[in-house]
Every structure is written in C-alpha cells, then in structure tokens.
C-alpha cells in the first residue's frame, strides 16, 4: 500500500513540509513518496493545452502525464497544505486543475453523464492554519474548505473521503502546545491509513 504525500510550501523547511516528513516517518516502512510541487517547480497555470485537454479527455502535456502516474501508483494521496485566504495555495490548486483532469479523474460521457474514475483512491487533508478552531468555526471557514475540497473534489472524482486533520494556530508560540496539535493531525492520518496497526496493539487483530 503506497501513500503519496503533496505539498506546496515555497520554504523547504516550513512546518508544512515538516509535517510530511513527519507523516512519512510513521508510515514507515509502507512505501511513501512526498512530492515537494515548489522545490519541483511546478507550473500551476491552467493553458490553451490544458485546455483542450479538458474539451478533449485526451492531448496530455507530459508533466501533467508524469503526475499522474505518480498517483495511479499510489493507494491513499495525502495533501498537506498552508491555508492561504481560506483554501490551498494556487500552486497546489493548479496542481488539481491541471492533474485532475477530463479523461483521468473522471470522464464525461455525452450519452451516460460523468464518469468517476478515481474509486481506487483515499485522499485525506492536512491544512495548516494560522487562525485558531473557534474563527473557523463562527465564520464557517472550515465547513466552506471541506465542501469545497471534500465535496467539489474529492466526490466528484469518485475517491474514497480519508481524514481531515487540521492544525490550527500554527504560528503560535507555544512550541509544546503547538506540537500536540501537529501529533494529534499526523496520528490521525496514520491510523486513517493503517488502521490494522491500532487493532494489533488492542489485541483485537485475531479472527
């Protein structure tokens, strides 16, 4: 079972990226890649190409190819992200708009409607947010991000809803309080993909 970490932070050692590496070593030894869309330098924007390909469901540019064999070869897509004015940051949204694509994420059929093609897949979040839970919750902030991604994306493309963990008040000075919010994030992901681990270590693995 392969787990296919996406961030999109321009500092490399932000607490975003952070909190990949950190996700990635719990899940070891399952095999992980963490894909780094700023250190890669992908290109975001939505072009005449892409485009066509959306008209078409065919005429792929080669890096969006690439991209996307990266998730066919993945079991669970984990999206690990800075909330920037509410949602994920444009590089990350070009990477949906671009890799998510007619003709792969799903299909439309002019006589059946819109295929979903990605049921194979479990995608689960980890926004890191700056506000606390209670601004989140009066303005309605974190129900707008999870329709929004959860229903608009997610569903749309058939895949499986995973966890959503967010980390709230990220730039708090509270290192200690800070780092319990980011275990409580990462461990729910991890048993959200290895969830046989927490019935081993209850005694509760047997037949």
């Known amino acids: 079972m392969k787990t296919l970490i996406v961030t999109a932070h321009p ?3 932000s607490l975003t990226n952070q909190i990949a590496r950190r996700l990635a070593s719990m899940l070891d030894p399952s095999p992980v890649e963490i894909v780094d869309l700023a250190a890669e330098g992908f290109d975001p924007r939505f072009t005449v190409a892409d485009r066509r390909t959306y008209l078409t469901g065919g005429h792929v540019t080669p890096d969006v190819i690439a991209e996307q064999r990266r998730v066919d070869g993945a079991d669970h897509l984990v999206l690990v992200f800075p909330v920037y004015w509410w949602s994920m940051p444009a590089q990350l949204k070009g990477w949906i708009d671009r890799v998510f694509v007619n003709g792969w994420a799903f299909t ?6 819109i295929r979903r093609n990605l049921g194979r897949l479990t995608i689960h979040l980890i926004p890191v947010a700056g506000d606390d839970a209670g ?3 009066r303005h309605g902030y974190e ?4 329709t929004q991604i959860e229903h608009g994306i997610i569903d749309y493309c058939g895949s499986r809803r995973g966890a959503t963990a967010f980390v709230y008040e990220s730039e708090r000075e509270d290192a200690a309080a800070r780092e319990r919010v980011i275990d409580e994030a990462v461990s729910a992901v991890r048993r959200a993909i290895e969830p046989q681990d927490d019935l081993l270590a209850n005694g509760n693995g047997g037949r």
């Open 11 to 13: 500092e490399p050692d």
């Open 108 to 113: 439309i059929d002019p006589e059946h409607g």
């Open 135 to 137: 601004v989140y919750e």
């Open 143 to 146: 129900q707008a991000l999870r």
